[in-house]
């Protein structure tokens, strides 16, 4: 739409735009000064919007009342290893079902899809019982397993390559390249940003997974990030909300600096999804 | 393409199809097999037929999750889309203000649910909140948003809404670029008014997006979780116990595995219906 207007609707637009960003950023900015305030500004003047005496004491209290860096460490290895698990196991399933003519190759692509519409909180009870007979519980591998293929990702790896001209893998062929190098080597640049948007939405997804982690572990040493903020708020007693806000800064940040730094491919992934690559 | 050996692509595809098998059929079976036993997780399961179905009915506990999960998405789903689409036209032109809008907008999206839901929690709260306080300066009692049964349902819906209209934000932003400008210049020459060109060009060709969008963010929104354990844990009086929270509080409150699994072979069954549902409007929509 062109960005015609008539001159006296101008200032009604900017009011317009800058109400919707208040209605959107408000929220982070208040997150943002209320982890800088202490007890006495919560308590004293909840409304107030700058904090009386800005300090750091929400994230020392942070810091030291729970092991972050622990937590950081497993959400970042969960949430790495599920994204690269996804994208390298999608490549040749996607290629199979793209390129090669083979018996069941319909049935295939049917499971792929069927796979589709069971979303953890359908499976959790199962699959909670089964990596409790296997001893998983309480486990990182038991927290990455159950994510390491991806159905919508399989399904966008082989929309990607449908496209790829026949000619290219059997030239590779003929130069004598394996499969498994063709479809690393040849064809994965050909779609990287396929891959780098299932990537880096997988990654931002699990980062901030909550539910399976709530149910697979009880224990810190595999407790992840949203968990260990999440349960600021429930430990302890009294008017935390500057140590919460806190905590909420630690688990946002991150994934509002992969939004700054990777965004036309992020918009890409939820374009992807909405068409079918 | 013939595969250079015939047993190719059965060993590509053995992972991926391993992994499926393992944590997404075999769950589906299972998951059928536990809902027919009365199982702790601690002692012996013991079978009992359709019990935990005929439970699960008698109690009315299902009618009312299933209900409160419904109402919730359907709000969520028109909001978010009617707030969705009316962004994407307002903010489908260059500039770098406006470029910031749609990121800030969008940026909610990929917030974590317990980011969300804690800042809201924190926003609402009853006695501190900076909604209750504002209510106060100007001389109105505040509700107790997420203590009063009667609120809690929509203000979960309203938080639900400010994340996830990014969603719908940036796919109606997609199916704009595929209005045809020079239908929309002509029909301003002809005097048709912006409301005009919106109903008889933009409409019908956003057709298949909001088909899409509507879809997708209602399935979603019947999978909700975090936003319920984080802010009401289903609570006050079971007023947002929706479907999954139910399902998970039956699992791990009460111990009851078999009537967990049933419940949540009910869910299979309606995203089935919500899936099957979407593709026979999709293929009503292509014909």
């Keep these: 739409m062109s960005a015609r207007h008539k001159p006296a609707l101008r200032p009604l637009y900017a009011f317009g735009l800058g109400l919707i960003a208040a209605i959107w950023l408000f929220p982070y900015l208040w997150m943002a000064l209320t982890s800088f305030k202490s007890l006495d500004d919560i308590v004293v003047a909840p409304a107030a919007i700058w904090p009386a005496h800005p300090s750091l004491a929400a994230y020392r209290t942070v810091l030291a009342s729970t092991p972050i860096a622990r937590y950081f460490w497993n959400t970042s290895v969960m949430a790495l290893s599920i994204a690269a698990l996804q994208v390298l196991l999608a490549l040749p399933a996607g290629y199979a079902l793209a390129k090669l003519r083979f018996r069941g190759r319909r049935l295939t692509l049917v499971l792929v899809l069927a796979t589709l519409i069971l979303p953890a909180q359908v499976r959790f009870i199962p699959v909670f019982t089964l990596l409790a007979k296997l001893g998983l519980v309480n486990t990182m591998a038991g927290l990455v397993l159950p994510f390491a293929v991806s159905a919508l990702g399989t399904f966008l790896v082989r929309q990607g390559l449908a496209s790829v001209p026949d000619s290219l893998i059997e030239a590779a062929r003929i130069d004598g390249a394996s499969e498994l190098r063709i479809v690393y080597v040849i064809l994965a640049p050909l779609i990287a940003p396929t891959l780098l948007a299932l990537f880096l939405f997988s990654f931002v997804s699990h980062w901030n997974d909550y539910f399976w982690p709530l149910v697979l572990t009880t224990d810190e040493h595999v407790r992840t990030l949203p968990l260990a903020v999440a349960l600021l708020r429930e430990q302890g007693t009294g008017v935390r909300w500057h140590i919460v806000m806190a905590g909420n800064v630690l688990l946002s940040m991150p994934v509002l600096a992969v939004f700054a730094l990777t965004q036309r491919h992020l918009l890409r992934a939820v374009t992807l999804r909405g068409f079918g690559g | ?287």
Aim: glycine content about 6%; charged content about 15%.
């Design chain 2, 1 to 287: 393409m013939k595969p250079s050996r015939a047993y190719d692509p059965y060993w590509m595809l053995l992972p991926t199809l391993g992994f499926l098998l393992v944590f997404f059929l075999f769950p589906l079976a299972l998951l059928a097999k536990t809902s027919l036993f009365d199982w702790d997780l601690l002692s012996e399961p013991r079978f009992v037929g359709l019990e935990n179905y005929r439970a699960l009915l008698r109690s009315g506990e299902l009618w009312s999750s299933l209900w409160t999960t419904l109402s919730i998405s359907v709000v969520v789903v028109l909001a978010s889309m009617a707030a969705g689409l009316a962004l994407a036209i307002a903010l489908d032109r260059p500039g770098r203000f406006v470029a910031f809008v749609r990121s800030a907008v969008f940026s909610a999206y990929l917030l974590s649910w317990v980011s969300v839901a804690l800042l809201f929690l924190w926003l609402l709260d009853a006695d501190v909140g900076i909604f209750a306080r504002t209510f106060h300066a100007l001389g109105w009692t505040s509700p107790r948003w997420l203590g009063d049964p009667a609120f809690a349902p929509w203000a979960i819906a309203a938080v639900t809404v400010w994340k996830i209209t990014g969603y719908a934000l940036v796919l109606f932003l997609a199916g704009l670029q595929d209005t045809p400008q020079s239908v929309l210049e002509a029909a301003e020459l002809d005097g048709a008014t912006p409301f005009e060109r919106f109903c008889n060009v933009t409409w019908p060709i956003l057709q298949p997006t909001t088909l899409f969008v509507a879809t997708t963010s209602l399935i979603a929104s019947f999978q909700m979780f975090d936003v319920v354990r984080v802010m009401t844990q289903g609570g006050p009086v079971r007023s947002t116990s929706v479907l999954v929270y139910a399902i998970y509080e039956q699992l791990f409150l009460d111990l009851r595995v078999g009537r967990a699994s049933a419940e949540a072979l009910v869910f299979v069954v309606v995203l089935l219906a919500l899936t099957v549902g979407e593709l026979w409007l999709f293929r009503r929509s292509e014909a």
